[in-house]
C-alpha cells in the first residue's frame, strides 16, 4: 500500500528524538486553538478589510474531514458585518397573527427543553461559479465553500408559536434580525410547526458571532438566507413579506422568463474534496477518493462515484452515521495508474432524488459568461449538479466539465 517496510536500525533513526521531545511544550492556552503546522486550514475572505458591503467567509472543504465543521471554519455571509450583541439586552418577539404576543430574554428561552439537530446550512449562490460557460480553475473552498454543517441546539420554534397561540389567517411569519439592514425573510409557517429551530449553541458553544449569536433561526434544508442570523422578530401574517432581498437577490429569472423564487429546498448534492484542486497527487499508487454528499428531502442513499468521467462508475461507502438533512461523507479507494483521470460524483437520497447532470441544471436555470469566483456574478440559485476534477500526469486536479 502507501507504508514501507523498515530495519531494526532504521527504525531507531525514525524513532530519534526530535527537538519537541527534548523541552517542555507550550502551556495549554484557555481556548484552544490549532497547530502552527495547520495554518493553511482557514477561510478565505471575499472583504477581509469589512468594507461597507457583503462579506464572505468560505471553508475550506479540502483541508476538513468527516461531517461537521469546526465553528472558526463555518461559512458565514453577512451584508453588514456581525452585530456586537450584548445578550442580556437582547430580545426575541413574536407577534403579528398570534392570540398572545410574547417577547423571550436569552435567559427564558434556556429554560424551554431543549433539542439538538445535526444539520446543513447552505447559501443559496454556492456553487455559482459552476454557472460560468468555462470551468473556472478554483479550488473546492472557492468553489463550493459557502456550506457548512454543525450540530445546532436549541428550542423548537413550535414551542414557542404553540404557546404564542396562531390565528388560523397566519401562512407566513416574517423572520427579523438585529443586523444594521433588519434583514428579513418570509417563511411558511407549515415549516415553523415542522422542525424549524432557535438555535442558541453551534457545535456544543454558544453561536458565533458571524452565525447569529446570541440566536438564530434555522430551517433544516432550506436556503442559507432564510436561517436569519441575530434574530429578534417573528412577525406572524396571511402572506409573505416580499422584502428587498426577496424580490432583489433570490428572484432570479430563468431562462423561461420566470422568476426562480420562494423556492426553498437545497436539492441532492455531493463533490468530491480530497483529491480536489490544491492537492496534488504525489505519484501512482491507492488513494482514497472522498467528499461529502447532503439534501434537504432526508438521508443520503447512495453515491456513486467515478473516475473515467463517467463511462464506469463504482458505489462509495458513507460512513456512519447517516443523517437527515446533514453531511455524509462517502469514501472510496482508488488506484491511480498514473495516467489522465476525471472525478466525479453523483448522489441519490432517500426520497428518491438523484443528484442531476450539469446539463440539466443549465438548462432549466441557465448560464452565465462570467469566469469569476465570485457568488455575486452568477444567479442566487442552487446549483447542484456534479463537479469535475481532472488528473493530469503530474498528479496537479484542475476543474473541468465532463
Same mark, same amino acid.
Given at each position: ?193 415542522? $422542525?424549524?429551530?432557535? +438555535?442558541?449553541? @453551534? ?6 458571532? /458571524? #452565525?447569529?449569536? &446570541?440566536? =438564530? ?119 491511480? $495508474?498514473?495516467?489522465? +483521470?476525471?472525478? @466525479? ?6 426520497? /428518491? #432524488?438523484?443528484? &442531476?447532470? =450539469? ?44
Amino acid at each position: 500500500m502507501t507504508g514501507y517496510t523498515l530495519s531494526d536500525s532504521v527504525a531507531a533513526q525514525q524513532l530519534a528524538d526530535d527537538a519537541w521531545s527534548t523541552r517542555a511544550g507550550a502551556a495549554i492556552p484557555e481556548y484552544g486553538v490549532p497547530s502552527s503546522f495547520e495554518k493553511s486550514a482557514s477561510r478565505t475572505l471575499s472583504n477581509p478589510k469589512g468594507e461597507p458591503r457583503t462579506q464572505h467567509a468560505r471553508t475550506p472543504h479540502h483541508l476538513l474531514n468527516g461531517t461537521f465543521t469546526p465553528n472558526g471554519l463555518h461559512f458565514v455571509i453577512s451584508h453588514s458585518g456581525a452585530p456586537d450583541i450584548d445578550p442580556a439586552k437582547h430580545r426575541l418577539v413574536i407577534h403579528g397573527l398570534v392570540k398572545k404576543p410574547l417577547a423571550f430574554t436569552l435567559d427564558a428561552l434556556g429554560r424551554y427543553p431543549t433539542v439538538s439537530r445535526m444539520a446543513f446550512v447552505e447559501c443559496g449562490g454556492n456553487s455559482a461559479p459552476l454557472f460560468s460557460n468555462e470551468p473556472v480553475q478554483a479550488t473546492a473552498q472557492a468553489l463550493h465553500g459557502l456550506v457548512s454543517c454543525a450540530e445546532w441546539t436549541g428550542v423548537m420554534l413550535s414551542t414557542l408559536l404553540e404557546e404564542a397561540g396562531i390565528d388560523p389567517k397566519a401562512k407566513w411569519l416574517i423572520a427579523e434580525g438585529a443586523d444594521s439592514l433588519a434583514l428579513s425573510r418570509s417563511v411558511p409557517v407549515a415549516k415553523a410547526l415542522d $422542525d424549524a429551530m432557535i +438555535a442558541l449553541y @453551534q457545535n456544543g458553544e454558544r453561536l458565533m458571532p /458571524g #452565525n447569529g449569536y &446570541p440566536m =438564530r433561526l434555522l430551517l433544516p434544508g432550506w436556503e442559507g438566507n432564510m436561517n436569519v442570523k441575530w434574530l429578534r422578530r417573528i412577525q406572524l401574517t396571511e402572506m409573505p413579506g416580499m422584502s428587498y432581498y426577496e424580490t432583489r437577490t433570490y428572484a432570479p429569472i430563468l431562462p423561461n422568463g420566470k422568476a426562480y423564487q420562494f423556492y426553498f429546498l437545497q436539492e441532492v448534492k455531493s463533490f468530491i474534496t480530497h483529491p480536489s484542486p490544491g492537492l496534488t497527487l504525489k505519484g501512482p499508487g491507492f488513494y482514497e477518493v472522498s467528499g461529502i454528499a447532503y439534501s434537504a428531502s432526508g438521508r443520503i442513499a447512495k453515491v456513486m462515484v467515478t473516475a473515467d468521467g463517467g463511462k464506469t462508475w463504482a458505489q462509495a461507502a458513507l460512513q456512519e452515521p447517516v443523517l437527515s438533512k446533514a453531511f455524509t461523507r462517502f469514501r472510496v479507494p482508488w488506484r491511480w $495508474d498514473g495516467g489522465p +483521470a476525471i472525478l @466525479q460524483s453523483r448522489a441519490w437520497d432517500e426520497a /428518491g #432524488n438523484v443528484q &442531476p447532470t =450539469r446539463a440539466e441544471v443549465i438548462a432549466q436555470r441557465g448560464t452565465t459568461r462570467a469566469a469569476v469566483t465570485n457568488a455575486a456574478a452568477f444567479p442566487s440559485q442552487h446549483y447542484n449538479g456534479p463537479t469535475s476534477w481532472a488528473i493530469e500526469r503530474t498528479g496537479e486536479v484542475k476543474h473541468v466539465y465532463a
